[in-house]
C-alpha cells in the first residue's frame, strides 16, 4: 500500500486548521488529541486510523492517546487514486456514472462513489475552515494549505450537493455488499441529517448503529485493518459502543499483527503510530487481563488470515 500518507491531507487539514485557529502557535505537537480516530481510505484503498477529529474536531476526553505532528507536513496532498483514476473525466460525470451502477447493484461503484464525494465535502470543509483562520497563521503554513486547496477546487468542481449528498447511499451499499473498508467508512459517515450517530437515546440511531458495527465487526474478523484499528478505537473512547478496553487491547493487537504479516505497505510513520496507540490501550488494561486480550488477538488473526497476505 503506497502513498498512504499523502491522501490524508483533505481531511487531516481540517484538524490542522482547526488547531491553528484556536491557537496562535501551528506546532502540532503541542495540540490536543482529538476524542477518537479519523479513519482514511488510503493509497490503493486500505483504511488506515490516524488521531485527527472529524468534522466537529471532537473533544478532549481520551487522554494518554500520542499526537504525531510528523504526520502533517503541510505539503500538498496526493490525490486519492479512486480520483487519479478518472483521468480527465469531470468529478460530476463520473459521479453520476458511478452512482448509476451503485444504485444497480454494483458494490464497488458504490465505494468508488462515496470515496469521490467524500473527498469533495471534505476539501470544502477544508476551505471553510482555512477561511476562517486567523491573520496571525504562519504564511508558510497558510501557503501550503491554499495550494492543496487550490488543487482540490478545481478536481471537484462541478460536484453538485445532490452529488455528495448521495454518498451516504452509496456508502451503505457498498458495506453492505462487504467491500473492504466499506463498513467502517460508513460508521465514520453516519447518518445524513444527524449531528451525531452516536446518540443511544434515539431508537433510530441505535438501531443503525448496531447494524453497522456489525458489518465493522464482520470485515474486522476477516482481518480488514480499517475495520480493526476501527473498533479498536470505538471501544476504548466508548463512542456508541460501551467502552470495554480489553476488547479495544484485542483489536489493536490483531491490526498490529496485520500490520506485521503486510509490513511492506506500511511506512515507518504508520507502524509507529499504530504502537502508540497498543501502548495507550496496553496501560488501561488490568495486567491480568492483557494476556487474554492477546490471545483473542491471535485467534482473531489465525481464524482470518493464517497463510495470507
Not at 80 to 87: C, F, Q, R
Not at 95 to 123: E, K, S, W
Not at 235 to 258: F, M, W
Request: with cysteine.
Amino acid at each position: 500500500m503506497s502513498k498512504r500518507l499523502t491522501c490524508f491531507a483533505a481531511a487531516g487539514t481540517i484538524a490542522a486548521l482547526a488547531i491553528m485557529a484556536a491557537t496562535p502557535s501551528t506546532d502540532l505537537a503541542d495540540a490536543p488529541n482529538a476524542s477518537h480516530r479519523f479513519s482514511l481510505t488510503l493509497g490503493t484503498g486500505s483504511p488506515v486510523a490516524f488521531p485527527f477529529a472529524q468534522a466537529d474536531f471532537g473533544s478532549v476526553d481520551a487522554p494518554g492517546l500520542p499526537t504525531r505532528s510528523t504526520l502533517w507536513a503541510g505539503s500538498p496532498a496526493e490525490l486519492p487514486d479512486v480520483i487519479v483514476a478518472l483521468g480527465d473525466e469531470p468529478i460530476s460525470h463520473a459521479l453520476d456514472r458511478l452512482g448509476a451502477a451503485a444504485r444497480g447493484g454494483d458494490t464497488r461503484a458504490a465505494l468508488d462513489a462515496f470515496r469521490i464525494a467524500d473527498f469533495c465535502m471534505t476539501a470544502d470543509l477544508s476551505r471553510s475552515a482555512l477561511l476562517a483562520l486567523p491573520p496571525t497563521a504562519d504564511p508558510a503554513v497558510l501557503g501550503r494549505l491554499r495550494v492543496s486547496d487550490n488543487q482540490n477546487a478545481s478536481v471537484c468542481r462541478g460536484a453538485t450537493p445532490a452529488q455528495l449528498d448521495e454518498r451516504f447511499a452509496n456508502i451503505r451499499i457498498a458495506a453492505e455488499g462487504g467491500e473492504i473498508g466499506a463498513a467502517a467508512a460508513l460508521l465514520d459517515a453516519g447518518l445524513p441529517g444527524q449531528a451525531s450517530q452516536r446518540d443511544g437515546r434515539d431508537p433510530a440511531i441505535r438501531q443503525w448503529m448496531d447494524r453497522t458495527m456489525a458489518m465493522v465487526r464482520r470485515d474486522a474478523d476477516s482481518g480488514d485493518l480499517g475495520a480493526l484499528t476501527t473498533l479498536a478505537s470505538y471501544y476504548q473512547a466508548g463512542d456508541g459502543v460501551d467502552a470495554d478496553p480489553v476488547a479495544a487491547l484485542t483489536y489493536q493487537i490483531a491490526a498490529i499483527e496485520r500490520m506485521k504479516a503486510q509490513a511492506q505497505m506500511y511506512t515507518p510513520v504508520e507502524v509507529a503510530l499504530e504502537k502508540d496507540y497498543l501502548d495507550a490501550y496496553e496501560a488501561q488494561v488490568p495486567r491480568e487481563e492483557i494476556e487474554t486480550a492477546r490471545s483473542a488477538a491471535h485467534k482473531l488473526i489465525e481464524s482470518c488470515c493464517a497463510g495470507h497476505n
